[in-house]
């Protein structure tokens, strides 16, 4: 809020008409918004001279739904659901990870990390200077 008055100015957030604890200051953000928190939000802004209200700011909280799953395909030739390994979950084609300066016919499992994805986890490909194998179906 962009106030000016003879200082020193004071500031009272409120969301639909009640104060808001410890939101005394010309502005606060709001991180991770909830529902609960959606509403009609202004400030008074008070000094020796006398108060004023803000106009009211209307937040809406819009949830989305989760995403959905979608299920294998009918025919697929392989799946990798990135749960922790890196198995084919309908075939024989593990993924497998060739390191700097190895033999390309020394494969191992794929040394990854994995990262949260929009649906449990996901692969993390942060590896410098490694090759990635997929065998042929």
């Known amino acids: ?17 009640n104060a808001l604890e410890s939101r005394t ?8 918004l909830q529902s609960n928190q959606a509403g009609a939000y202004f400030v008074a ?3 020796l001279s006398g108060s004023i209200i803000s106009s009211t700011a209307q937040l809406a909280v819009i949830t989305l739904s ?8 009918t025919g697929a030739v392989a799946w990798w659901r990135a749960e922790s390994n890196t198995f084919d979950t309908v075939g024989t084609s593990d993924l497998f990870a060739v390191g700097p300066n190895s033999n ?4 191992r499992p794929f040394e990854t990390s994995f ?8 692969f993390w490909f942060a590896i410098d200077d490694w090759s990635f194998y997929l065998p042929s179906f």
């Open 115 to 122: 990262a949260a994805g929009k649906v449990g986890t996901a």
């Open 66 to 73: 989760p995403p959905v799953c979608i299920p294998i395909a």
């Open 1 to 17: 809020m962009l106030a000016s008055g003879t200082p020193p100015l004071s500031y009272q957030w409120y969301l639909n008409g």
């Open 25 to 32: 200051n010309a502005a606060f953000t709001l991180i991770n």
């Open 45 to 47: 802004i008070t000094n």
């Open 104 to 107: 390309p016919f020394d494969l």
